[in-house]
């Protein structure tokens, strides 16, 4: 049986917009000059932490979250991001981990377990306005400890728990029973599914205000043993981004994924899938901003029913600039409500620099 819409969900959503209300007049009533670069600064539109008064449509996000559900973590799922490409010789690394916990009980699958994705990004410029980058995962898939936090959240908002509290706490069990056969994943570590990607900037506004680029991903099967499937995906976005007021960014986009091989290990995914996204962005300081993201994409499953619906979830995020080239990366993400093929939270951390 379904769930019920989630009063968490309602809460955390309205907590970000709270916050929004209340930092955003801040925001707008610094310098207004925001368009003119400032003289002698010694910084460049590559560096990846700047202040945000500089003529540009983008600012330090959006977050390059990942969909950590540990079904999907199997294959390529697409995540928001910016026109900012890294320059020639001037590349850029980022070292991210998304911690998932999820809890889905239908009645043909089980997938109570927690995924912890660790990657190490490298992006350099290829061309002007165009990059490319690897991304190298490890990834542990098992019991876990989060069980407790996500009892404790349900129990302090009077959340609907989809039985969760009648299951024993930190196991891993992952099993669907489909067409009459039964298949599971064990809890297990190791490399991830090797990422190679492209950026290219399509056009950029004479204004600095309007922004399009073109994101394209190749997942490569290097995952060790069933931390990953066969085949190869391939994934493009379009995504745009425009500065509405002096500290205000927006982001969107959209795309799809083909995958070359829809079976693995009796789990049928679906051979294509569309996504989407939408961000806001506020700078509250020279030096931090908050962020919060939306994005959904079509089933990942086939089947059964109850894994074969729609992800989408929300994102509830700040990014701080350290120094003039790191940038300290932190979120929290939850599911748009109480959907039975998503993670029900997980908690996002990453940090970027120049070279």
């Known amino acids: 049986m379904r769930r019920p819409p989630s009063s968490r969900m309602r809460f955390f959503l309205f907590a970000a917009a709270a916050l929004l ?3 955003g007049p801040s925001a707008l009533a610094q310098d207004e000059g925001f368009l003119q670069e400032e003289e002698g600064s010694g910084l460049s539109l590559d560096r990846i932490a700047i202040p945000l008064d500089l003529p540009r449509p983008w600012g330090r996000g ?3 979250l990942r969909d950590a559900m540990p079904l999907s973590a199997m294959r390529l799922a697409l995540h928001p991001f910016s026109p900012d490409t890294a320059l020639e010789g001037e590349p850029r690394g980022r070292v991210e981990a998304t911690w998932s916990n999820t809890f889905l009980d239908n009645p043909d699958s089980l997938v109570d377990s927690e995924s912890l994705r660790a990657a190490f990004e490298v992006r350099d410029g290829v061309a002007d306005g165009v990059d ?3 991304e190298i995962p490890v990834v542990f898939r098992g019991g876990g400890t989060l069980d407790s936090v996500a009892n404790f959240l349900h ?3 009077g959340a609907p728990d989809g039985d969760r509290g009648e299951s024993e706490d930190d196991r891993h069990e992952i099993v669907v029973i489909d067409d009459g056969r039964v298949s599971d994943l064990d809890s297990d570590s190791g490399l991830g599914d090797v990422i190679v990607s492209s950026k290219a900037r399509l056009h950029e506004d004479e204004d600095g205000l ?4 073109l994101l394209t991903e190749m997942r490569l099967p290097t995952a060790a043993d069933d931390l990953g499937a066969d085949g190869f995906d391939v994934g493009a976005t379009l995504g745009l981004s425009a500065r509405l ?3 205000v960014f927006v982001y969107g986009g959209a795309g799809g994924t083909w995958f070359s091989d829809d079976r693995h290990e009796g789990f049928r995914f679906e051979p ?6 939408a961000a806001i962005e506020w700078q509250i300081f020279d030096w931090a901003s908050l962020l919060l993201q939306a994005d959904a994409a079509t089933p990942l499953l086939e089947g059964p029913d109850g894994l074969d619906g729609w992800q989408s979830y929300v994102h509830m995020g700040a990014v701080a600039d350290l120094g003039e080239t790191t940038r300290l990366e932190l979120a ?4 748009l409500e109480d959907q039975d093929a998503t993670a029900d939270f997980a908690l996002f951390a990453g940090v970027g620099f120049t070279f």
């Open 245 to 247: 007021l002096e500290s």
């Open 132 to 134: 490319a980058g690897i």
């Open 210 to 213: 309007f922004a399009v680029a």
């Open 332 to 335: 929290f993400v939850e599911n």
């Open 155 to 157: 129990d302090a908002f």
């Open 62 to 64: 959006p977050l390059p």
């Open 21 to 23: 209300v209340v930092v």
């Open 272 to 277: 294509f899938r569309g996504y989407g996204f």
